[in-house]
């Protein structure tokens, strides 16, 4: 490493807690998504596949085959996709040893008011938004399942708030519900690759939902996903080629604003050694918040620097104006497997160009829709160059103030 001390993460060290962590992941067809199966793979799993066939109880027989070969002693992890999620849901307590079950997409599933499921699973279930489900109920009589059972149909609504969490069900007696998370403008098949319903966004979202919940049932320790995030950025600064050869052949840092970056490895070695690299060492960096997650770290960041040499990757083509520039920058970094895999970064591009004289608020473009006749005051344009700076790196001691730009309201101090 750049400072010549043993890294501290060792991805693999987490893997120790047990001898082997199985997962079974099972389909609707005899073949499967292979980028889904690597990926479970290079998180550390033993993986096997089972296709659907015929459905129905044989199909529970065959994953309970396939789940007695597993040596004794060691547990287990089911991942269904569609179709078999549905009567696997209904046959956890004849799963032993299973320690998770997650559920994509199951067409049918239990009434959740009629159905307990074991305390000892950890289950997650991820469902379409506006999709329609079959609700199988089985009344009871004095405590005792009947034989008949009963299905409707049912839309599913939108979970709460941006995350799409609802509770379907309960775990044992008194236990905890079963989470379950709803996904908007998606249909069935988002988290395969294979099929034409695929949806990136979406199935790295859910992907990373079952991750924790697979990790947790196992009882695997928490990566340090933020050593392996500043290691790598290390070694960019010391060496961006040799930095990038670790890589996987589609890692990609994207820069939003600038549209700047690379979508696989030789482009972005090309990315930190020509572009990003020769302004790095006079740009100044301060973490001002970080939040780590199962696959991700998100970085809030103070940028300042001295425009007085071109940087490329934020002013690019633009010759140096000498002017200070004071920034917020958002960096979102996906981490599989031990390895950044992606990053994109954020930021207020109209504040850089406020802030070098590129762009004059007052000058409002003539035939502007909005800029009527009659005005009783001039027409700007809403943004802002260093304050914004200023008011993340000051909190509540900034002595700014708030919604100046807002007609009618008057500016008033953020603390």
């Known amino acids: 490493m750049a400072n010549g001390l043993t890294p501290k993460t060792d991805f693999f060290s987490h893997l120790k807690y047990q001898k082997t962590s199985h997962v079974i992941v099972t389909g609707e067809t ?43 002693g060691e547990q287990y992890a089911i991942v269904a996709f569609g179709s078999p999620a549905s009567p696997l849901l209904s046959s956890l307590r004849h799963l032993p040893r299973l320690l998770a079950f997650v559920a994509y997409y199951p067409p049918q599933i239990p009434s959740q008011q009629h159905t307990t499921y074991p305390a000892s699973v950890q289950i997650l279930i991820h469902l379409c938004a506006s999709s329609t489900i079959s609700v199988t109920k089985r009344p009871e009589v004095l405590g005792l399942q009947g034989s008949k059972t009963r299905t409707v149909q049912k839309r599913v609504d939108s979970g709460a708030g941006l995350g799409g969490e609802i509770w379907l069900g309960k775990k044992g007696v008194d236990g905890d519900k079963v989470r379950t998370y709803v996904y908007e403008g998606v249909q069935p098949g988002f988290a395969e690759g294979d099929v034409d319903q695929y949806d990136s966004v979406t199935k790295e979202m859910a992907f990373s939902r079952s991750l924790a919940v697979v990790r947790a049932a196992f009882g695997v320790p928490p990566i340090d996903l933020e050593g392996i995030r500043d290691e790598f950025m290390d070694d960019v600064a010391r060496d961006p080629g040799d930095a990038c050869k670790a890589l996987p052949s589609d890692a990609s840092r994207i820069n939003l604003p600038t549209l700047t970056g690379g979508f696989d490895a030789s482009g972005l070695r090309r990315f930190y050694a020509d572009l990003f690299g020769p302004s790095a060492p006079f740009i100044r960096a301060r973490l001002m918040s970080r939040t780590v997650g199962t696959t991700q770290v998100v970085d809030e960041m103070l940028i300042s620097f001295k425009h007085d040499r071109e940087v490329q990757w934020i002013l690019p083509g633009v010759p140096p104006s000498g002017r200070d520039v004071r920034i917020v920058m958002v960096s979102v970094v996906c981490i599989k497997a031990g390895r950044c895999v992606a990053e994109r970064v954020y930021w207020d591009q109209a504040s850089v160009l406020v802030q070098i004289g590129m762009l004059d608020p007052s000058l409002v473009p003539e035939g502007f829709a909005g800029a009527s006749k009659g005005r009783k005051k001039k027409l700007r344009m809403p943004v802002v160059g260093a304050e914004q700076a200023n008011a993340v790196e000051w909190g509540e001691d900034w002595d700014g103030d708030v919604n100046t730009l807002c007609n009618g309201v008057a500016g008033t101090n953020i603390s």
């Open 30 to 72: 005899d073949d499967f998504d292979d980028v889904t199966i690597a990926e479970w793979r290079n998180e550390g799993f033993a993986v096997r596949y089972i296709g659907f066939g015929d459905g129905g109880a044989d199909f529970v027989r065959r994953v309970q085959a396939l789940a007695n070969e597993i040596s004794v």
